[in-house]
């Protein structure tokens, strides 16, 4: 347990990680940590400012600031920011002007990060990010994309995160097994699937008190039943491009076929009755109790459920933990990123090649591992080839504050996880590069439309709250057929639409 919670925190700390990686290494000393090339060079001097998400940050001297700054041919300044503070703090920086050499930007799309590119005030390193091998493979090209701005253009580095099996449906392989069913690939088979989880005793206790998706709404969106909803349309997000123009998903005719097929679902009472008032923690327990045979998550996530499922079912294995690769050719993509770091145009271009490589050499190996188990005899030892950290003293030694720096994220990290046991991990992992075929990103982030900041929240709110109805009985299909046809000719929408479709074909250049 202990590793698993270093991991879990590490995998949040990554987040900030490529904050701190713009302090130090020029193209020859960050390349060789030792050398002739790298004692040539003086080490360079940055300034750093990051979140932290832990109570005390590392000290100047913290022995692992100390190697990696070696490593790196670097002395970094960090100024640590509490995660509660963070932003408040970011944009009294940013209006200051005193802008730290590299600096965590929690919304690269934010109003007053977007204004200051504009404005000229960040690097645009779009033509330099080929020149570094591991910005250029170890940072998705998914995140790379998704982080430019409206020009098409990016001026920050992406903090890595995996893209690939994003949160969608595990079912239970065991309740399968014990109907005779495989997994499904269509809506069709997810609605007999789901109807023999509900009415057909899948754990074989004799008794109907079993529900087939435990699943919940929220306010602005669909919750955990927006896979359903995208399987449908195959749009990830809000927007679709169709026929060189964005559309707005909840227009598309295949919307008004999931809500028929979702209110369906709510008829039957093939997912709990109360989902419209459900809580997210809510939504786990019934898994957890073993009434549910399916919940939207992802495979990582196996050890959150697999102790209470064993409770009702002593002979549920890892790998009855079951990920669906798609329904109706559909999965959904991750964005590859949470934040990104950025380079203020005030530091010269020289420096800033330099702080280029120098995340580009604390992603190597050899460099990363060193805040990600410490040193071996104080943070770890080695067992059966085996690196087994202790997990207290690498944090007390603030080892994965640095992610909040520079961090590689594992593209199966959403997956796999060291502690699995063996068959979970291939299990896994052979699902995860099924769905990559056909995975969907949301082409949409990031893109710019002044009349969505005003108008788009109200029409979303009012738009789920139809939704919901519709799918309790309250309101008729009609209802939405309604609304989608005043909507459509609003002229909000339709001045949204516009600019999100100018947005994406300047971004892309103009594809």
């Known amino acids: 347990m202990k590793k698993q919670a270093l991991l879990s925190v590490a995998s949040i700390l990554a987040l900030s990680g490529v904050l701190a990686a713009c302090g130090g290494g020029n193209s020859q000393s960050a390349s060789a940590p030792a050398g002739d090339a790298a004692k040539a060079e003086d080490p360079l001097q940055l300034s750093i400012m990051t979140i932290l998400l832990t109570p005390t940050p590392a000290a100047d001297d913290n022995p692992i600031k100390r190697a990696i700054e070696k490593a790196t041919n670097s002395k970094m300044n960090i100024q640590w920011v509490s995660s509660n503070t963070y932003n408040d703090k970011l944009n009294v920086t940013l209006a200051s002007g005193d802008i730290p050499d590299l600096t965590y930007i929690s919304d690269p799309f934010s109003p ?84 023999a989880f509900t009415e057909n005793d899948p754990d074989k206790n004799g008794k109907k008190d079993t529900v087939a998706f435990t699943a919940n709404v929220n306010p602005t969106d669909m919750g955990s039943l927006g896979p359903i909803e995208n399987a449908f349309t195959g749009v990830n997000g809000n927007w679709k491009l169709v026929d060189g123009k964005m559309v707005y998903a909840a227009f598309l005719p295949e919307e008004r076929q999931a809500l028929e097929y979702l209110r369906k679902l709510v008829a039957e009472k093939l997912i709990p009755e109360d989902f419209a008032s459900m809580k997210g923690t809510q939504v786990k327990d019934l898994f957890k109790a073993g009434r549910a045979g399916m919940i939207q998550d992802k495979a990582g996530t196996m050890n959150d459920y697999l102790p209470d499922i064993k409770k009702a079912a002593p002979n549920f294995k890892e790998t009855d933990f079951f990920p669906l690769t798609s329904v109706n050719n559909y999965n ?180």
């Open 112 to 195: 007053v990060f977007r204004s200051m590119v504009q404005q000229g005030a960040f690097w645009d390193i779009t033509n330099y990010i080929k020149d570094y091998p591991n910005l250029s493979s170890k940072i998705s090209k998914t995140a790379w994309e998704l982080t430019k701005m409206e020009d098409g253009k990016n001026y920050s580095i992406p903090r890595p995160r995996p893209s690939e099996a994003d949160s969608f449906f595990i079912v239970r392989k065991d309740w399968l097994d014990a109907l005779g069913m495989k997994p499904p690939t269509t809506t069709d088979e997810l609605y007999q699937m789901m109807k």
């Open 332 to 511: 959904p993509k991750g964005p590859g990123f949470a934040g990104t770091l950025a380079i203020p145009k005030k530091v010269p271009e020289a420096k800033m090649k330099r702080i280029l490589k120098l995340v580009d050499t604390w992603m190597n190996d050899d460099v990363f591992n060193i805040q990600q188990y410490g040193f071996e005899g104080t943070h770890y030892t080695v067992k059966d080839g085996v690196k087994v950290v202790d997990t207290k003293k690498l944090n007390d030694d603030n080892g994965p504050d640095f992610n909040q720096i520079v961090y590689v994220a594992d593209p199966y990290a959403s997956s796999t996880k060291v502690f699995f046991p063996k068959e979970a991990n291939d299990l896994y992992k052979k699902i995860q590069d099924e769905r990559a075929k056909n995975s969907v990103a949301d082409s949409s982030i990031g893109l710019f439309s002044p009349t969505s900041q005003q108008f788009l929240p109200e029409f979303q709110k009012n738009l789920q709250d139809l939704k919901t109805k519709i799918l309790l009985g309250s309101a008729p299909i009609t209802a939405w057929d309604d609304y989608v046809n005043k909507m459509k000719n609003d002229p909000n929408i339709v001045k949204i639409s516009q600019e999100m479709t100018d947005a994406y074909k300047k971004r892309s250049g103009g594809k």
